[in-house]
């Protein structure tokens, strides 16, 4: 007990829960384990009320220090930044040396999308191949916190595989919930070398989200979900790591994937605080980008409604933006308002051969990752975004998250989603536009440069 209480300790100093309905605005102490509002049921956001040093170069000074640290918390690309996170120096830090995530050059990527230059941020490099991880730090770290046990999650995505990892760091137990027959494989492995309890319930998803609501009445069980308000404090430090790397030089536009919407509300979260606190003068343009056939958020914003209306059965190859219901779109919506971003969707094509182009910069992502540059392509043709714009395409996830898909496109065997009684299965293939099969040779010399010839060939002017 007495080291709960001096744990509970680690929390900072004018930091507090706030709900983010403006008409609600009610306010909690940080370590009350709430998961939504209380009063309303809204959304919470974490708040500091005061910054403990406000000086923006002295933050650039010290940031800069720590790069040339071996110390734990120094290494870690979230925890670097911990003058923005709500945690006291001495918090029980729980890390994988998660973030410094590289920025890429990518020239093909940007010839592609007709502009001059175009920068990667690759999220997919972290400790277990996606951007999960630099939230899953901090959100475990205050599981430590408020004394927890186990952690939960209902997934089998990154979230799980992230979660899992950062629950074996911290030795709680981790139970990964999914309704039976839900299982993707690719992810899973990662889980199950991590050492969780993936359960399988006799179920659909519905009966999950409800066992989760009467497991979360335990106070030895803490929820790992994507409304944890800890995730996207890790998470927004992403926005400080890029501008650091960058100089501080504010790019005109970043655009990320949407799904449930976590990151990007990240993203706004993290550039808005830079701002108040006087590290960057101008926020970048932030603008999402959904799969067709999961983007209830494009839909709403190019409506005249302001409530999201769900997609019942979202359908996208791109998984990890497989999402009919994101529950941050209100934090979400507000980050792309104030920056004068964009919403929009793309197609299965679109995304496909983005990811393969992307590819060819040398730089490996999952699907979902790819709409980023397919988006882009999208908002050039549009004038949205200007062919000289300074712009960052933000990847999610690594390459080897998928590698189904990556072989199924450049065999020419990839196919849209099953729904769609209407079209024939030739209907339905994704044109391999940028396939690079491979190739059956002899085991001679000749064959072999014969081959080599063949393929340059084959692969000239490609795009
Ligand atoms: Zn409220």
Known sequence: ???????????????????????????FELNERFYVCPSCGGLLDVVLESSTDPDPERLRDLWTKRLASFEPG?????????????????APIVTLAEGNTPLYDA??????????????????CNPTGSFKDTGMTTAVTQAVILGARTVVCASTGNTAASLAAYAARAELQCAILVPRGQISHNKLAQSLDYGAAVLELDGNF???MRVIRELA??????????????????????????????????????????????????????????KDLGLIDRLPQLSVVQAEGAAPFAGLFGSESDVLTPIEHPQTLATAIKIGAPVSWKKALRAVLESEGSVLS????????????IGRDGVGCEPASATTVAGIKRLISDGFIGPDADVVAVLTGHILKDTDYAI??????????????????????????????????KATKAAILEGLRRHEQEHAGDY
Request: hydrophobic share 35%; charged share 30%; aromatic share 8%.
């Open 346 to 357: 793309v197609s299965e094509q679109e995304i496909a051969d983005a990811k393969a182009i």
């Open 408 to 441: 199924n496109y450049h065999q020419e065997k990839l196919y849209t989603h099953d729904r769609a009684p209407d079209k024939t299965k030739e209907e339905r293939r994704i044109a391999a536009t940028y396939s690079n099969p491979p190739a059956r040779v």
């Open 74 to 90: 120094d290494r870690s690309g979230v925890w670097r930044y911990r003058e923005l996170l709500p945690f006291a120096a001495d």
């Open 217 to 274: 009445e335990d106070e030895s069980i803490y929820l790992v979900n994507s409304i944890n308000p800890f995730r996207i404090e890790g998470q927004k430090t992403v926005a400080a790591e890029l501008l650091h790397q960058r100089g501080w030089r504010v790019p005109d536009h970043v655009v990320v994937p949407g799904g449930n919407l976590g990151n990007s509300s990240a993203f706004g979260k993290g550039f808005r605080e830079l």
């Open 206 to 208: 519905d009966d999950a």
């Open 1 to 27: 007990m007495i080291e709960t209480e001096k744990l509970q300790s680690a929390a900072r100093k004018g930091a507090r829960q706030r709900c983010i309905d403006p008409a609600c605005g009610a306010s």
């Open 107 to 124: 020239p093909v990527s940007a010839a592609y999308c007709g502009l001059e230059t175009l920068t990667l941020k690759h999220q997919g």
